[in-house]
């Protein structure tokens, strides 16, 4: 599955659930439709299938998968349910929920064995040139101290990074979104190159969340223009 740029991300974690997860769910997919923008949206595993039959626009992703095939394995998130659900991306080795370099390589061949899409997350330059190693769809560069606290990682950050996996692998697409709060910190990620960008807190601390999605797409929209 091939993913449009730039990209969206809305990433709930588990903030919401149920209803309230649907809800913004809907509200983000009325916004792909209008916008005709790349948008992934998160969900608790137990809400991958009733979001992804209510909505026909939206890229709906789990937060985590664990790379066992059909059979033994109590407790564990079995691919294949994900996609049966459908799940047609995965995040991985988020900093809340990382992963040994091990599990994460047979991770993304058990996603890559599904068709679907892998996002894996990386905390430094460094940690990012190597994820690449690993051949995911697309790689979040976010450093972990600026999740969630309002603050994006500098221009030499986002160039840097985006200049290092581009040179690694030009076909991995980079989002850049730790601390990304406003339409502006959107424009200003878009604008230096990156191919994605998305959030939680950006989001749902807003006065108006469903209304910041619409705020960010537009700004996704302008920075495409003002790159040429």
């Not at 047609?88 to 047979?106: D, G």
């Not at 994006?152 to 581009?166: N, Q």
Request: proline share 5%; charged share 25%; glycine share 8%.
């Amino acid at each position: 599955m091939k993913v449009r740029t730039p990209f969206l991300v809305v990433n709930p974690k588990s903030y919401l659930y149920g209803e309230k997860s649907l809800d913004l769910a809907l509200a983000a997919d009325k916004v792909a439709k209008e916008t005709g923008i790349e948008m992934f949206f998160t969900c608790p595993f137990t809400d991958i299938r009733y979001i992804s039959e209510r909505t026909n626009h939206l890229i709906v992703t789990a937060q985590h998968m664990d790379p066992l095939k059909p059979g033994r394995g109590m407790g564990h998130i079995l691919p294949e349910s994900l996609k049966e659900a459908g799940a047609e991306a995965v995040f991985l080795n988020h900093a809340e929920n990382p992963m040994t370099v091990e599990k994460l390589s047979k991770t993304i061949e058990r996603a890559h064995e599904l068709d679907m899409i892998t996002i894996v997350c990386a905390d430094s330059v460094f940690e990012a040139a190597a994820v690449c190693k690993l051949n995911p769809d697309i790689v979040l560069a976010e450093p972990t101290d600026l999740i969630g606290t309002g603050k994006t990682a500098g221009k030499g950050y986002v160039v840097e990074t985006i200049s290092k996996i581009r040179e690694i692998n030009p076909d991995i697409l980079v989002m850049i979104a730790s601390g990304v709060t406003t339409a502006d910190d959107v424009y200003k990620v878009i604008k230096l190159g990156a191919d994605g960008t998305g959030g939680t807190s950006g989001i749902l601390k807003a006065p108006d969340p469903k209304k910041r999605i619409v705020e960010w797409a537009e700004a996704v929209k302008k920075a495409v223009k003002d790159r040429k």
